[in-house]
């Protein structure tokens, strides 16, 4: 009785001490994520290393992270840098009157009357339309304006967080695989299923991340081209917004350039706007169509419906990391579905064969 009373304070006090532990590492959510997500996502190039130069782990540590400071976060920090430059020029124009956001939806009614026509038949309001469209285009130029002063502003913390990311990095592409092993020996889930359920959370975070950065960057990258190719204003930065649209399964970058073609075909400018129309359609949307199955959807084996909306409920809940996270949990909580209905049919049919058989 007093070994029960023991174990279970014990497991109380673990629980706690746990509780307490995730609480403390919370400011630190981002880096350690995307940390761990370093690691996955390198740890072939590692291996490749070993194979290639024998098994020096603090060698072929920092030559990985170094190779993924090359190649990621070096070309990410120069595109948030243009961002937000591009941003705060919109941001600017947009407070002096140059730019016009609720003029331009106008020029659109005018020229497409039966726009409201048509909206009017399912009872819809164009002008509570025009005005939601213009506070939001407003409101994202706010934010971008904000967000580049919060970065002026927390410097410090920003690189903070980056050094923290890189310094945990190393350390998981050093010892990642001895501290799976660990977590194996220690979560009372049975081997089995541990060693499936830390498989499925690589395979996604590899294929959420690899597909998903690499669609988006091809994707804002053809869209910013054509949109520069065209003369059209900000080019750059409707590249960067199509491509953190194209995040969005379903709809994606077409949030930005079909209005932009509508607006061309408003003015007058028919060519351009049959020129961005057709290649939006064919290049941006079959870049879309081929690669995300190809790269996102053969290795999660989500639904395209679950992608979209874990990766919309994962933004509203852990914000622009919820992009991996959110299609992270609906991975996971498949998985553990999965091992649960194999495991309760299997005993159901062994149950059901033993009473046949005492039968």
Known sequence: ????????????????????????MKPFVGPIFWAIAIALIFHPFQIF??????????????ITLMVCMLIVVIPVLLLVTSLVSEGLGIYQQI???????????????KSFPGIQTFLAQFDINFGEIRDRVVSLFVGGSQFLAKQALGIGQNTFQFFLGLALMMYLSFFLLRDGSKLIELMIRALPLGDERERLLFAKFAEV????????????????ALGGIIFWVLGISGALLWGVVMAIFSLLPAVGAALVWVPAAIYLAAVGDIVPAVVL?????????????????????????LPDYIVLLSTLGGLAMFGINGFVMGPLVAALFMAFWGIFIREF???????????????
Do not use: C
Not at 95 to 109: A, L
Not at 206 to 213: F, I, S
């Open 1 to 24: 009785m007093y070994a029960k009373l023991e174990t279970r304070t014990f497991l109380a006090m673990l629980v706690g001490v746990t509780l307490a532990f995730v609480l403390l």
């Open 49 to 62: 290393l070993v194979r290639r130069f024998g098994d020096r782990p603090n060698i072929n540590a920092l």
């Open 205 to 220: 975070t590899r294929a959420t991340v690899k597909g998903n950065l690499l669609i988006a960057i091809i994707q804002g």
């Open 95 to 109: 407070q002096d009157g140059n730019i016009k956001p609720g003029e331009y939806i106008d020029q659109v009614s």
């Open 345 to 359: 049919s299997e005993e159901a049919q062994k149950v059901e064969t033993t009473g046949d058989d005492v039968g």
């Open 277 to 301: 129309t057709i290649f939006g359609v064919v290049v941006i949307g079959l870049a879309d169509n081929l690669l995300r199955p190809i790269m996102v959807g053969r290795d999660t084996k």
